[in-house]
């Protein structure tokens, strides 16, 4: 996929082309349907969310979207991650309100995903310290979403972060201690 094509659709959804997010979806939609996968693989057999529905989600929310200042291809991936963020800590609300009780079990960042009820825990008490994280460290709030919501490698993280892979990695190392210390503090 050429890289001048997303954004040169990107730049006239800004401009107001409606029809313009219609064109760009079949170009990324192998890449969003990875990231949705790469969740989906971390969760157990009893997800409640498929692979299909989430990208279909994320699709509306981009329909809804009236103000977004696309600035390119790279940009466009890191806002989806943080959509699929929302979505599933959404999902996992609506899972807990459900179920309601329970406290959070062992917590692995690397093991936290979402959607099953035995999850939702979980993914609300990671959305919750990733949301403190962003207030003290922005880069690695970002850093993980793109990694972990997003299913990006550290090469694509650097890119679209413009930053190097040295300092993604350091930084994902370090937010991924901070997140479990703080999930298992509030248990």
Same mark, same amino acid.
């Given at each position: ?76 991936? /890191?806002?989806? &991650?943080? *959509?699929?963020?929302?979505?599933? =800590?959404?999902?996992? +609300?609506?899972?807990?309100?459900? !179920? ?54 550290? /090469?694509?993280? &650097?890119? *679209?972060?413009?930053?190097?892979? =040295?300092?993604?990695? +350091?930084?994902?190392?370090?937010? !991924? ?11």
């Amino acid at each position: 996929m050429p890289t001048e094509d997303v954004t040169e659709l990107l730049k006239a959804w800004n401009d107001g082309d409606t029809s313009a997010l219609n064109r760009l979806m079949p170009l990324v939609e192998a890449e969003l349907r990875q990231m949705a996968r790469n969740q989906m693989r971390k969760e157990g057999q009893a997800h409640t969310l498929q692979t299909t529905a989430l990208v279909n989600e994320l699709y509306l929310k981009f329909v809804d979207q009236k103000r977004a200042n696309w600035q390119n291809r790279s940009h466009f991936f /890191a806002i989806a &991650a943080t *959509i699929m963020r929302r979505i599933l =800590v959404d999902h996992a +609300r609506r899972q807990r309100r459900g !179920k309601r009780g329970g406290g959070i079990d062992d917590f692995s960042l690397d093991q936290v995903v979402i959607l099953s009820p035995e999850k939702s825990d979980e993914l609300l008490a990671l959305d919750e310290a990733l949301s403190r994280l962003s207030q003290l460290d922005p880069l690695k709030s970002q850093i993980v979403e793109l990694r972990h919501f997003g299913g990006l490698s550290v /090469a694509e993280t &650097a890119e *679209i972060l413009n930053i190097s892979e =040295v300092t993604v990695s +350091r930084h994902w190392t370090m937010a !991924k201690s901070w997140l479990k210390c703080e999930v298992r503090g509030r248990q």
